[in-house]
């Protein structure tokens, strides 16, 4: 699994700390000390209790969210404000770049079409083979029922 390209997709989300363009030159070493603080903190994608289960972010990734809108300029590698307004949008924009989504059962619905504006990365599988997913490839992130 490649590092750099996890942390460029959490740099996607707004992971506080991390930027897209500084993520592209760093060294391997600054890739390591990047990656063992978010190791330290797993990111949580939580569920609706609900079929298909849409993933979302919790509420207190807002204000970094909004920070790094603020300073993007020409950093935002074609992502729109409004692909992170929320934590649905969040979880589709980290999943929707980062390369290692095939290894989930995670389908990407970008909804424009007639009747729908419905967007989002949705969980087809069960949680607990998300996260064991994620333990077997040592990734720090988890899968958690919202509200829980």
């Given at each position: 699994m490649d590092r750099r390209n996890f942390l460029k997709a959490l740099a996607a989300i707004g992971v506080a700390g991390l930027s897209a363009r500084s993520l592209a030159t760093a060294s391997e070493r600054a890739i390591e000390r990047a990656w063992q603080k978010v190791a330290n903190a797993p990111r949580i994608f939580y569920v609706r209790d609900e079929y298909p289960y849409t993933l979302t972010t919790e509420p207190g990734y807002n204000a970094e969210i909004a920070e790094m809108i603020a300073a993007w300029g020409e950093d935002g590698a074609g992502i729109t404000p409004m692909d992170c307004a929320t934590g649905q949008g969040r979880a589709m924009t980290f999943f929707y770049h980062w390369e290692e989504t095939a290894n989930f059962d995670i389908r990407l619905v970008d909804?424009?079409?007639?009747?729908?504006?419905?967007?989002?990365?949705?969980?087809?599988?069960?949680?607990?083979?998300?996260?064991?997913?994620?333990?077997?490839?040592?990734?720090p992130i988890r899968f958690a029922w919202q509200g829980v």
């Open positions: 909804g424009d079409c007639p009747g729908s504006s419905y967007f989002g990365a949705e969980l087809c599988s069960s949680l607990e083979a998300a996260n064991e997913i994620a333990s077997e490839l040592e990734l």
